[in-house]
């Protein structure tokens, strides 16, 4: 029943009269199995690849996918629809940029379009780059707590694995983001530029596919209190469609991004700086290699 829910975006009063029960008790039932799904479930199947078995199986799939070495994943932000405006609302936080009340979902994808990461915290009217920096990996990625056991050197530069994001997301040494938004770099950076964009795409097609495959994503029919859980139990189930290899779905599109590059925050200084001495190794990096080709 709770299945169908999410598959569908099924209201609980269209259920209670299938199944000839109360709407509260299906609200109830949801309530319980989303949460279990997403409390007991997610540390087994939504887990940081830093086993190096995993660890290498992702960066190659993404090397062979972009020609950039040691990307573990693509991060990127979706708003999640309320279908019901909130009136706990009076600075109109949840409204988010595409003119609909909102909760915003933050994923890191692995190249199979598995999610490694989820992070519901921030209402639809917050930046991707805020929602990020509130999020618990950038606290571990920021404090050294990940441990990754893959170093490789590009040119005197020790090179960590790392994830790829558009430009709403700030230059650090761990997360790469393009040059330039316009292609008005030089030929190095805006073939890195279409590179790390080419990874993106993976995050981008795994956001897809979840609003897809569970549709009550597409507008969310449950109370504020219980979007984080209900959206973070459907990622669980994503997940587990991807292992098991389940046909994939039509990709459902959302608006194109719109968004302001990200500020460098006081405290990211050392981060920003080593990532930019990084991702000009990089891009000259994959200008030789491919050249020379």
């Known amino acids: 029943m709770v299945l169908s829910r999410l598959a569908h975006g099924c209201s609980a009063k269209t259920l209670a009269s299938r199944y000839s029960l109360d709407?509260?008790?299906?609200?109830?039932?949801?309530?319980?199995?989303?949460?279990?799904?997403a409390t007991k479930l997610y540390p087994e199947f939504i887990k940081i690849p830093v086993g190096k078995r995993r660890l290498i199986e992702t960066t190659q799939?993404?090397?062979?996918?972009?020609?950039?070495?040691?990307?573990?994943?693509?991060?990127?932000?979706?708003?999640?629809?309320?279908?019901?405006?909130?009136?706990?609302?009076?600075?109109?936080i949840y409204g988010c940029k595409y003119g609909y009340d909102a909760v915003l979902l933050q994923v890191v994808a692995d190249h199979k379009k598995i999610f490694w990461d989820v992070c519901v915290k921030a209402p639809g009217g917050e930046d991707d780059s805020s929602h990020f920096r509130d999020s618990l990996l950038y606290k571990r990625l920021t404090s050294g707590d990940i441990v990754w056991e893959k170093v490789i050197n590009i040119r005197g530069h020790h090179v960590r694995p790392y994830i790829v994001g558009d430009w709403c997301y700030p230059l650090l040494s761990f997360l790469m983001t393009p040059f330039s938004p316009?292609?008005?770099?030089?030929?190095?950076?805006?073939?890195?530029?279409?590179m790390l964009m080419k990874?993106?795409?993976v995050v981008v097609e795994a956001i897809g596919l979840l609003k897809a495959r569970w549709k009550i994503?597409?507008?969310l029919n449950v109370g504020v209190n219980h979007a984080?859980?209900?959206?973070?139990?459907?990622?669980?189930?994503?997940?587990?469609?991807?292992?098991?290899?389940?046909?994939?779905?039509?990709?459902?599109?959302?608006?194109?991004?719109v968004g302001t590059p990200a500020r460098v925050l006081e405290s990211e200084r050392q981060f920003y700086y080593y990532g930019e001495s990084?991702?000009?190794?990089?891009?000259?990096?994959?200008?030789?290699r491919l050249s020379s080709r």
């Open 23 to 37: 709407p509260y008790l299906i609200s109830k039932i949801t309530n319980m199995v989303t949460r279990l799904l």
């Open 182 to 194: 316009n292609g008005s770099g030089s030929p190095p950076e805006n073939l890195f530029d279409g």
């Open 217 to 219: 994503l597409q507008s």
């Open 61 to 92: 799939g993404f090397e062979e996918l972009t020609s950039l070495p040691n990307i573990c994943g693509a991060i990127d932000s979706t708003p999640v629809k309320l279908r019901r405006r909130t009136k706990l609302n009076p600075r109109n």
């Open 228 to 257: 984080p859980q209900t959206i973070v139990a459907c990622c669980v189930l994503h997940n587990l469609c991807q292992i098991a290899r389940e046909p994939e779905p039509e990709i459902w599109k959302d608006p194109d991004e």
């Open 278 to 288: 990084l991702r000009q190794a990089l891009a000259e990096d994959l200008h030789q």
């Open 199 to 201: 990874g993106r795409s």
